[in-house]
């Protein structure tokens, strides 16, 4: 809804949402797609609906009070909410949420125009998949779509790697010896699906 324009149904539906955790990612996306409207009030009340504990979710809505405040001609505003946005995404827990909060800082300093901003936080990020689509993002800001689509599939090959293994297909082949038909077709369907999944999700990546 939020994708289509659709702000208020979106924030009337996150409101249903019991599950705070779920309800703080939701929130995150909103806010993001209301700073690419140039919605900086509604992006800030989405921002602030998000717990401080849930620090990616924040980091995330964050960015989009920066790409809104870009879009108003605010340099210094966007500079404080960059910082903001940083000091979130690095008190999460996990790595992997970290990675993710800088993935999206920095596509989002690439779409505020920051593209020195936006390349400093890419190469901040651990070499793998969140690196390599935030550097797509910057590619694609500078209208480099060669360079954006190469990093767009490196990431996609670094996440193929990660999740299901480089020869998955001759590793089951050769399990699938000793088993039945039925059963090595079924294991071989799983990897296939499991790459198309990461297929379609590439795709959609913006």
Excluded: C
Excluded at 157 to 172: C, K, V
Aim: proline share 3%; no cysteine; net charge positive.
């Amino acid at each position: 809804m939020a994708a289509h324009g659709d702000f208020a149904g979106a924030l009337r539906l996150v409101n249903t949402i019991a599950l705070a955790p779920e309800s703080a990612f939701a929130f995150s996306r909103i806010a993001a797609l209301q700073g690419r409207a140039g919605d900086s009030e509604g992006a800030e009340a989405s921002a602030a609906k998000i717990d401080a504990k849930f620090s990616t979710p924040r980091a995330v809505a964050l960015t989009g009070v920066a790409v809104a405040s870009a879009k108003a001609g605010l340099p210094w505003r966007v500079n404080s909410v960059f910082d903001e946005a940083t000091r979130a995404a690095a008190a999460a827990a996990r790595l992997d949420e970290r990675m993710s909060g800088q993935m999206h800082i920095a596509r989002a300093r690439a779409e505020a125009g920051d593209f020195a901003g936006a390349e400093q936080s890419a190469r901040a990020i651990p070499d793998g998949r969140e690196r390599f689509l935030a550097l797509s993002a910057l590619a694609r800001a500078k209208n480099d779509h060669i360079g954006a689509e190469i990093y767009r599939w490196t990431a996609l090959a670094l996440e193929a790697d990660a999740r299901i293994g480089p020869s998955d297909i001759n590793r089951l082949l050769k399990a699938a010896q000793g088993q039945s038909p039925a059963s090595a077709a079924i294991a071989l369907a799983k990897a296939a699906e499991e790459r198309a999944r990461l297929l379609r999700a590439f795709r959609k990546t913006s």
